[in-house]
């Protein structure tokens, strides 16, 4: 093991080939989160709003003589749910329930060698699977080369990991689940602990400024308009990016999320005639304009401020 560590400190190139696999093997089960993780929250709501509709009605369970738990109504009984979390049940086609083999489940490679197509039925299989590990491989790559072997690349593998897990589920079903927002909070406090990022008081304050900055705009806009601009979830990921960047880079992050959120929603309006009303994610915007702060942050400030000082 030892001889391993020095490898990858002594030799960059290990060090980067070595995360860049393992980046695609976290790329595949990045896509499994992305498609369970809200599917699981909605079943954890159902099962909350079944309990409270039995307790608002009075049909709650009620314990028997025999020790077995019954509703006070055959019609309100509910049978514990099948277990279905991140690991279980095994993935599986969609149209056939051809359970997914190991040999099936190589990313990006087995995608290419089943030509798109379940084994099962031949049902085409979505090219944002491979898309997703690919991504997550290069930018494994790009933090173990632009970090080099230490804390600081660990810790950006963990941000990076997370923000493409969070921009596809918004895209998806436009939540950002707290089970992962709260934790990368957390996280990016805990690796700032050494000034791994940034001293701890600019990440504490990073975290504080980045929920109010939104919080802020969202309630602005909601007694100007009557509408809701955003979610809480955007809050979350912004005092997040802050937590782990420091307060010194939210107005970057706010200012490139913002931009590229516009162009993107103007061209969805003009080209795909994406309705005014219908909402489009900021999360995602939000995690790329985090993602360049963590790689050129500091390159962009400083060549902004550059240029403010210039005669």
Known sequence: MSELFQLLQSSPLAFISLWTVLGLMVGSFLNVVIHRLPKMLEREWQLQCAE??????????????????????????????????????RSACPHCGHKISALENIPVISYLLLRGKCKGCGAHISARYPIVEVASGLLSGYVAWHFGFGMAASAALLLVWALLA?????????????????????????????????????????????????????????????????????????????????????????????????????TLIVVARHGRNIPIPFGPYLAGGGLIALFWGQALTQSYLHLLAAP
Do not use: C
């Open 166 to 266: 969070l921009t596809f589920i918004d895209f998806d079903t436009q939540l950002l689940p707290d089970a992962i927002t709260l934790p990368l909070l957390w996280l990016g406090l805990l690796f700032n602990l050494p000034a791994t990022f940034v001293d701890l008081h600019s990440a504490v304050a990073g975290a504080v400024a980045g929920y109010l900055v939104l919080w802020a705009v969202y309630w602005l806009f909601k007694l100007t308009t009557g509408k809701e601009g955003m979610g809480y979830g955007d809050f979350k990921l912004l005092a997040a990016i802050g937590a782990w960047l420091g307060w010194q880079m939210l107005p970057l992050v706010i200012l490139l999320s913002s931009l590229v959120g516009a162009v993107v929603g103007i």
């Open 52 to 89: 409270l509709r039995d307790q608002v009605t009075g049909y709650g369970l009620q314990e028997t003589g025999d020790s077995e738990l019954v509703g006070n109504s055959p019609d309100t009984r509910h049978p514990a749910p099948d277990t279905y979390n991140l690991v279980v049940p």
